[in-house]
Structures are given as C-alpha cells and as structure tokens.
C-alpha cells in the first residue's frame, strides 16, 4: 500500500478520535488498578496527528531529480 494513503488513513483515524474526545470530555479515573487519563490520551492523539503531518509533508515533498538523453 502506499505510504501517503496509509499516513493519510491514520491521519483521518487520529481526528475522528480528537474530535470524539474533544465533543465530550471524560475525567481521569482508575479502572482495574490502571489510571486513565483522558488529558493525557489528547496529548497523544495530537502528537500522532504532528508525527503524520511531518512524515506526511516530507513524503510529498520530496523531488525526484532526473535526466533526459537524445
């Protein structure tokens, strides 16, 4: 599969997710002994939506130098 298409996937994936975490809020709480952090699950979020922007811009920036002959 293409790089751009799969960063592109994840990357719609990642918004779907903030905007559904953003629309409604959860506090931090603890679950089966292991503490859910709902601020720290949004930081994470925005940095896998950094992480593909970056990978995202240098894949389809690249340029490909090439040379004709006759």
Known sequence: MDDCIQLRRIRSQVLKLLEEVTAQPKPTYELDGQQVDW???LRELRRLLDWCDRKLA?????ELASQAYT
């Not at 240098?58 to 690249?62: G, I, S």
């Open 39 to 41: 601020t720290e699950y």
């Open 58 to 62: 240098a894949l389809e920036n690249t």
